[in-house]
């Protein structure tokens, strides 16, 4: 079992920054892919930037060059630099990890509020 804490959410106005934060523990041997996901409401969730253990990152069109994934492996722990956030970014944030037998966990999501 997996299990995964995030913090850093909050309310920001548009043009401002926030760093999510999101560390693992528990009973596993390895975590292989990172990342965030969201939800807007009335929206489904999709999918903002993943990280593999080996450093490659993945972006949503709608955050590249504003949003920055990294992990620190010996740490167990994955971050979001968002800069530059609009209106639209508004959502939950959900971090998962993957363990090395292909299992994925979530964490119980963050707010993220973009005043416009």
């Known amino acids: 079992q997996v299990q995964l804490v995030e913090s850093g959410g909050g309310l920001v106005q548009a043009g401002g920054s926030l760093r999510l934060s999101c560390a693992a523990s528990?009973?596993?041997?390895?975590?292989?892919?990172m990342g965030w996901y969201r939800q807007a409401p009335g929206k489904q969730r999709e999918l903002v930037a993943a990280v593999t253990s080996g450093g490659s990152t993945n972006y949503a069109d709608s955050v590249k060059g504003r949003f920055t994934i990294f992990r620190a492996n010996s740490k167990n722990t994955v971050y979001l630099q968002m800069n530059s956030l609009k209106a639209e970014d508004t959502a939950v944030f959900y971090c998962?990890?993957?363990?090395?037998?292909?299992?994925?966990?979530w964490g119980q999501g963050t707010q993220v509020t973009v005043s416009s």
């Open positions: 528990g009973s596993f041997f390895s975590i292989n892919g």
């Open positions: 998962y990890a993957e363990t090395g037998d292909y299992r994925r966990y």
